[in-house]
């Protein structure tokens, strides 16, 4: 008896664990990319350009495990858009910050949409 509800409990296991969709953690991601990329605008904003760029690699990281989970060419482009981003955040330049960071924006919304 005891055998079959451990056989049970195996197979009901097994069983979400290979129903789990990589495209729901990909969407994950992206909502979690799209969150730090608005902290990233909003922190430029306020001449926070330290805050940004900290925004701006956590967008980054999350945007490039969505990429890797699922390719987006909109994923790319926000990607090259953040690293903008971090790079005019570590010059100071919080009006390019914001400008880099709100077109990244921009492409992780269409990813979004995309699937």
Do not use: R
């Not at 482009?77 to 330049?93: T, V, W």
């Not at 709100?102 to 995309?114: M, S």
């Amino acid at each position: 008896m005891l055998g079959k509800i451990l056989t049970g409990l195996w197979a009901g296991l097994l069983a979400v664990l290979l129903s789990l969709n990589p495209a729901a953690a990909a969407e994950d991601h992206k909502a979690e990319a799209i969150k730090h990329t608005e902290a990233a605008i909003e922190s430029a904003k306020n001449g926070d350009t330290a805050a940004a760029g900290e925004h701006a690699k956590a967008a980054k990281t999350h945007a490039e495990a969505a990429e890797k989970e699922k390719a987006n060419p909109h994923l790319e482009a926000a990607i090259k858009s953040l690293d903008s981003a971090i790079e005019h955040s570590q010059m100071g330049h919080a009006d390019k910050t914001g400008e880099s960071a709100h077109a990244a924006l921009t492409h992780l919304e269409a990813a979004k949409k995309a699937f």
